[in-house]
């Protein structure tokens, strides 16, 4: 695959691929494919073979899983420039433990699996600072779990609010949401109207700002104060 200017600065910033030297992002580049996918369409499901993981570079992605009665509980709603899928690297039997679908239209980068792990096994260094990475993530999903399972609707909705912009974001900061509001409020194990009145709140604060799919983050010192 040819990779444009964009793409390469992506991959230069991103946590799986900052420690690969140029040559390495090359060779995995070669095996990369590039997808288009229309809002609504299933990428992979619960248990498949997993011989790739991918990059978001565009749209919106839930990972999901089907209860016993056929409901379906959204584990993450991946945004650009996040990857997914990345667990399947070091299985034995890489097999996708969620499915995964396009909630708006999305352009993918599928890289290859045993790519990737050819050049992490001839390069202890490379491997070692990708691990490191990975680990780092791994806190920040335990972190992700323990706000859904025990906080209340309020601190989750803050708590996802302010994980759309920039950990050192100061002013005020205008970003988009990365999915319908009944998508969201399902990934935060919310009800739609719990959602929508908890923003209002935050709203009649003066926290924030919403037109539409636009959140504004007006005082964002005094947002990060609602979660101590």
Not at 9 to 35: C, N, P
Not at 53 to 76: H, N, P, T
Request: aromatic share 8%; hydrophobic share 45%; charged share 25%.
């Amino acid at each position: 695959m040819q990779a444009d200017g964009a793409l390469r600065r992506e991959l230069h910033r991103h946590y799986l691929f900052a420690a690969l030297s140029e040559t390495q992002q090359q060779r995995l580049l070669a095996s990369a494919s590039r997808y288009e996918v229309a809002a609504g369409k299933p990428l992979f499901t619960h248990g498949e073979s997993a011989p790739q993981f991918f990059l978001l570079r565009r749209g919106c992605v839930k990972l999901y899983r089907l209860s016993a009665q056929g409901d379906e509980k959204i584990m993450r709603l991946i945004r650009p420039p996040q990857t997914f899928a990345e667990s399947i690297l070091f299985m034995d039997l890489p097999r996708y433990p969620v499915s995964g679908a396009a909630v708006d239209a999305a352009e993918l980068i599928a890289f290859d699996r045993e790519t990737f792990l050819g050049i992490l096994q001839e390069s202890f260094a490379t491997c070692r600072a990708v691990m490191a990475q990975m680990t780092r993530r791994i806190q920040v999903h335990w972190d992700e779990i323990e706000t859904l399972a025990l906080q209340n609707s309020r601190y989750r909705v803050v708590h996802y609010v302010l994980g759309l912009v920039r950990p050192d974001a100061r002013g005020p900061v205008t970003v988009r949401l990365p999915a319908r509001k009944v998508v969201i409020a399902a990934h935060l194990a919310v009800t739609p109207e719990t959602l929508s009145r908890t923003l209002r709140t935050l709203s009649d604060e003066g926290l924030i700002e919403v037109r539409g799919d636009a959140l504004t983050l007006i005082d964002i010192d005094r947002l990060r104060q609602r979660m101590q």
